[in-house]
């Protein structure tokens, strides 16, 4: 009530001083349109006596002047109309005026020192009148001057009127305005405030968690339930949390969860500051018409280090690749991130396209990536390559030490290949730096890690950090048996951890993994496996799902002969069984992964071409990238997921099927050389070269009982849940927590 009548008296101020000021101005235009055309007339009145009066002035009659100016004197608003001779002596003049002017005014005598026509204003008492003065001229000698006054009372009659007429008129507007205004305003902002405050308040007390609809498009408070709305998001967000670390102690489970992770960094990094330095970036920024597009990548990594990052403010350190990303950085080249509720700063970095060839396309992925996958693609290493892959870790590092400025006691973690160099680099300049790198990619066997020119570099530069992650044990001992071969300096096979120059750096295996959903939270209903299969033409009775960049790790071809080869061995199953591949393409840059999509576009026509009736066909390849929510459905709505990775550290979307998998149901066939293969042991494991057992497989997973599925699956998802991907993050930010910091003294070579 009181806001009410605030705003009443707000706007009939408002109106009011808004109306008199625009009056004001209205009346003085006025009065200057109706003095200037008072002039006006008063000139042309005085154009047209001249040539009656100036001929009356060679005789000298009085007379007759003083009759021709009484009969003009009767035009409208004129005063009176006088003569003067040469000697400003008065010659004729009417009446009224007589009883005005006793002398002569002065416009006289400037008229006839100027000899050209005046105009003025003046009062005579509360009169005003508009007075005008024209020589009467006899050649060129000036014989006299004609003196026109005229009446300006009706301006001042008028401009009242108008006064008159505006205050009336406000009075009416200002009751119109307000009973409009208060009408707006309860159904534009006072309704949506209540029903705002209903909302909170439901939220508050748990008894409601959907914003109501009609909010969204609401102005001007769409900023403000967009705010109420993250903190909305927060507290349900909080609430849950709660709820989760409730159940888990009430029933003896230790899965971590986001606010868990937040906590438990709290508690390891205190006040200390935490950096990482990735060549994906977490959010990117596009360009979509006229306005700006932020995008998530569907990356674990993201999901696992955010929570970490905010609980500390720390900074993540990439490569700023979105196309509209420099538009939205400050000078500095940072941007708060997340975006609408931000905790922390991400600084991205440029690179022209010669260096993200040289160094991303070049030495990381035609060179590091092949050496380090036993996939049988020869690993490409140029000098040029080489070369801009040290000026890349070399730029990284400068941001990195910039970043941390004067920063006492802060912690860097690295993620992958891209940055072998970056933990020595910035170890040498300083020293304190707790640093981590997390290789997110297997480490080959020692004689295969003998093919890269630069081996002894690249080893020395990750041994600059004093925390080395990958994600298996058998990664760690290729390492150290690589450092071992390679390099001066001494092996603690005890502690897995080796010493060089008087530095120690630990190699530890931390399996990464994927959220785990929420209790009940992500049980959304999906489309069927019926539907997903009609949106491409296709009926089956069966279905399964492969999901990979088009990667020559991946094993896709090989899947794709198996499933041919399933085909061949249980004709039964054709017509009933469709696999379907979603293939995002990836790094077409470079020629082998060009030849690669069309490998495997060319079999999959090949197959399809031998096998498919009607609207059946074995193979559907969806060469796109896919969200996290379309996935999911055809995680579970599939039969069975078929992982054949040649070669891989982890691989996550074995975890991912699994995790989908509320059901219990469905088979995973996963590859033995995999990070996976060490902890779903329930899955069924294939070698991804045996194209006949990999057949055998999927007649074995298509025909299992349901009671094996469900028991496969159970203790599966039990495994995945415990060791999520908050509890990688949790392991890994608690060891580098763990390692004290060095004097400078002690950090060289030997």
């Given at each position: 009530m009181r806001i009410s009548l605030r705003l009443i008296f707000s706007l009939i101020a408002g109106i009011t001083v808004v109306t008199f000021l625009?009056?004001?101005?209205?009346?003085?235009?006025?009065?200057?349109?109706?003095?200037k055309d008072l002039d006006s007339h008063s000139q042309m009145l005085g154009q047209s006596l001249e040539e009656v009066v100036e001929p009356l002035l060679d005789f000298e009659s009085i007379k007759l002047l003083q009759g021709t100016i009484n009969r003009f004197a009767r035009s409208e608003h004129v005063l009176g109309i006088a003569i003067y001779g040469g000697a400003a002596k008065r010659l004729a003049i009417t009446p009224r005026l007589k009883s005005i002017f006793r002398d002569p005014p002065a416009l006289v005598f400037r008229c006839m020192g100027q000899h050209r026509g005046l105009s003025e204003t003046l009062k005579a008492g509360t009169t005003p009148i508009q007075l005008f003065a024209t020589p009467l001229v006899n050649g060129s000698i000036v014989e006299g001057t004609l003196v026109i006054a005229e009446d300006g009372s009706y301006i001042d009659r008028q401009s009242a009127r108008i006064?008159?007429?505006?205050?009336?008129?406000?009075?009416?507007?200002?009751?119109?305005?307000?009973?409009?205004?208060?009408?707006i305003v309860r159904w534009t902002i006072v309704n949506p405030l209540a029903r705002t405050a209903q909302w909170v308040r439901a939220l508050r007390t748990g008894k409601a968690g959907q914003r109501p609809p009609d909010l969204d498009h609401l102005h001007p408070v769409g900023t403000l339930t967009a705010e109420v709305t993250h903190l909305a998001r927060s507290l349900t967000a909080a609430r849950t949390a709660a709820r989760e670390e409730a159940r888990l102690r009430a029933t003896a489970e230790s899965t971590w969860t986001s606010e868990r992770l937040r906590v438990f960094v709290e508690n390891k990094l205190g006040r200390n500051r935490l950096f990482v330095v990735s060549n994906r970036e977490?959010?990117?920024?596009?360009?979509?018409g006229k306005s700006l597009e932020v995008v998530v990548p569907a990356s674990g990594l993201v999901t696992a280090l955010e929570p970490i990052l905010c609980a500390c403010h720390g900074t993540w350190i990439a490569h700023g690749s979105g196309e509209a990303d420099r538009e939205v950085v400050d000078e500095h080249d940072r941007i708060a991130v997340p975006p609408g509720d931000p905790q922390y700063v991400l600084r991205r970095v440029w690179m022209d396209k010669e260096e993200e060839a040289g160094y991303y396309y070049g030495f990381a992925n035609e060179g590091l990536w092949p050496l380090c996958h036993i996939a049988y693609t020869r690993p490409i290493f140029r000098a040029n390559d080489w070369q801009y892959y040290q000026k890349m870790n070399e730029r990284f590092a400068d941001i990195v030490l910039d970043e941390m400025g004067r920063i006492a006691d802060p912690s860097l973690l690295v993620q992958d290949y891209h940055f072998a160099l970056l933990p020595r680099i910035v170890k040498e300049r300083r020293p304190g730096v707790r640093i981590a790198i997390f290789w997110h990619i297997p480490w080959p066997h020692p004689d295969a890690f003998r093919v890269c020119p630069w081996q002894q570099e690249l080893l020395d530069g990750l041994l600059g950090a004093d925390l080395i992650g990958f994600h298996i044990q058998a990664h760690c001992m290729n390492f150290l048996e690589t450092v071992d071969r390679t390099l001066e300096s001494r092996i603690d096979w005890e502690r897995f951890a080796v010493n060089r120059g008087g530095h120690s750096t630990t190699v530890k295996p931390y399996p990464i993994s994927v959220v785990f959903p929420e209790h009940g939270k992500d049980s959304a209903p999906t489309a069927g496996r019926d539907a997903l299969l009609k949106q491409h033409g296709v009926e089956?009775?069966?279905?399964?799902?492969?999901?990979?960049r088009v990667d020559y790790t991946k094993g896709i071809l090989e899947r794709f002969l198996?499933?041919?080869?399933?085909?061949?061995?249980?004709?039964?199953?054709?017509g009933q069984f469709t696999f379907v591949q979603i293939g995002a393409p990836s790094r077409t840059r470079i020629r082998r992964y060009l030849d690669l999509l069309s490998e495997v576009r060319g079999e999959a026509e090949r197959i399809n071409w031998k096998f498919e009736t009607g609207k059946w066909k074995p193979i559907v390849l969806l060469e796109q990238h896919h969200g996290r929510q379309a996935i999911q459905a055809y995680y579970r709505a599939a039969d069975v997921c078929l992982v054949t990775s040649l070669h891989d550290g982890m691989n996550m979307v074995a975890k991912e099927f699994v995790a989908a998998r509320e059901d219990n149901q469905g088979v995973l066939i996963l590859s033995a050389?995999?990070?996976?293969?060490?902890?779903l042991i329930?899955?069924?494991?294939?070698?991804?070269?045996?194209?006949?057992?990999?057949?055998?497989l999927i007649h074995a997973a298509l025909t299992m009982d349901v009671r094996e599925r469900e028991t496969r699956m159970r203790r599966m998802r039990q495994g995945v849940r415990e060791n999520n991907i908050y509890r990688w993050a949790a392991e890994l930010i608690g060891g580098l927590s763990e390692i004290r910091p060095e004097e400078p003294a002690t950090v060289g070579t030997p």
């Amino acid at each position: 009530m009181r806001i009410s009548l605030r705003l009443i008296f707000s706007l009939i101020a408002g109106i009011t001083v808004v109306t008199f000021l625009f009056a004001r101005y209205q009346v003085r235009s006025q009065k200057r349109w109706l003095w200037k055309d008072l002039d006006s007339h008063s000139q042309m009145l005085g154009q047209s006596l001249e040539e009656v009066v100036e001929p009356l002035l060679d005789f000298e009659s009085i007379k007759l002047l003083q009759g021709t100016i009484n009969r003009f004197a009767r035009s409208e608003h004129v005063l009176g109309i006088a003569i003067y001779g040469g000697a400003a002596k008065r010659l004729a003049i009417t009446p009224r005026l007589k009883s005005i002017f006793r002398d002569p005014p002065a416009l006289v005598f400037r008229c006839m020192g100027q000899h050209r026509g005046l105009s003025e204003t003046l009062k005579a008492g509360t009169t005003p009148i508009q007075l005008f003065a024209t020589p009467l001229v006899n050649g060129s000698i000036v014989e006299g001057t004609l003196v026109i006054a005229e009446d300006g009372s009706y301006i001042d009659r008028q401009s009242a009127r108008i006064w008159r007429a505006t205050l009336q008129h406000v009075l009416v507007q200002v009751l119109l305005i307000v009973l409009i205004t208060l009408l707006i305003v309860r159904w534009t902002i006072v309704n949506p405030l209540a029903r705002t405050a209903q909302w909170v308040r439901a939220l508050r007390t748990g008894k409601a968690g959907q914003r109501p609809p009609d909010l969204d498009h609401l102005h001007p408070v769409g900023t403000l339930t967009a705010e109420v709305t993250h903190l909305a998001r927060s507290l349900t967000a909080a609430r849950t949390a709660a709820r989760e670390e409730a159940r888990l102690r009430a029933t003896a489970e230790s899965t971590w969860t986001s606010e868990r992770l937040r906590v438990f960094v709290e508690n390891k990094l205190g006040r200390n500051r935490l950096f990482v330095v990735s060549n994906r970036e977490p959010y990117s920024h596009q360009s979509r018409g006229k306005s700006l597009e932020v995008v998530v990548p569907a990356s674990g990594l993201v999901t696992a280090l955010e929570p970490i990052l905010c609980a500390c403010h720390g900074t993540w350190i990439a490569h700023g690749s979105g196309e509209a990303d420099r538009e939205v950085v400050d000078e500095h080249d940072r941007i708060a991130v997340p975006p609408g509720d931000p905790q922390y700063v991400l600084r991205r970095v440029w690179m022209d396209k010669e260096e993200e060839a040289g160094y991303y396309y070049g030495f990381a992925n035609e060179g590091l990536w092949p050496l380090c996958h036993i996939a049988y693609t020869r690993p490409i290493f140029r000098a040029n390559d080489w070369q801009y892959y040290q000026k890349m870790n070399e730029r990284f590092a400068d941001i990195v030490l910039d970043e941390m400025g004067r920063i006492a006691d802060p912690s860097l973690l690295v993620q992958d290949y891209h940055f072998a160099l970056l933990p020595r680099i910035v170890k040498e300049r300083r020293p304190g730096v707790r640093i981590a790198i997390f290789w997110h990619i297997p480490w080959p066997h020692p004689d295969a890690f003998r093919v890269c020119p630069w081996q002894q570099e690249l080893l020395d530069g990750l041994l600059g950090a004093d925390l080395i992650g990958f994600h298996i044990q058998a990664h760690c001992m290729n390492f150290l048996e690589t450092v071992d071969r390679t390099l001066e300096s001494r092996i603690d096979w005890e502690r897995f951890a080796v010493n060089r120059g008087g530095h120690s750096t630990t190699v530890k295996p931390y399996p990464i993994s994927v959220v785990f959903p929420e209790h009940g939270k992500d049980s959304a209903p999906t489309a069927g496996r019926d539907a997903l299969l009609k949106q491409h033409g296709v009926e089956a009775l069966h279905m399964g799902i492969g999901v990979d960049r088009v990667d020559y790790t991946k094993g896709i071809l090989e899947r794709f002969l198996a499933i041919e080869r399933f085909f061949e061995k249980y004709p039964a199953f054709r017509g009933q069984f469709t696999f379907v591949q979603i293939g995002a393409p990836s790094r077409t840059r470079i020629r082998r992964y060009l030849d690669l999509l069309s490998e495997v576009r060319g079999e999959a026509e090949r197959i399809n071409w031998k096998f498919e009736t009607g609207k059946w066909k074995p193979i559907v390849l969806l060469e796109q990238h896919h969200g996290r929510q379309a996935i999911q459905a055809y995680y579970r709505a599939a039969d069975v997921c078929l992982v054949t990775s040649l070669h891989d550290g982890m691989n996550m979307v074995a975890k991912e099927f699994v995790a989908a998998r509320e059901d219990n149901q469905g088979v995973l066939i996963l590859s033995a050389f995999t990070g996976a293969a060490r902890e779903l042991i329930d899955a069924l494991i294939v070698n991804p070269y045996d194209i006949e057992g990999m057949a055998d497989l999927i007649h074995a997973a298509l025909t299992m009982d349901v009671r094996e599925r469900e028991t496969r699956m159970r203790r599966m998802r039990q495994g995945v849940r415990e060791n999520n991907i908050y509890r990688w993050a949790a392991e890994l930010i608690g060891g580098l927590s763990e390692i004290r910091p060095e004097e400078p003294a002690t950090v060289g070579t030997p």
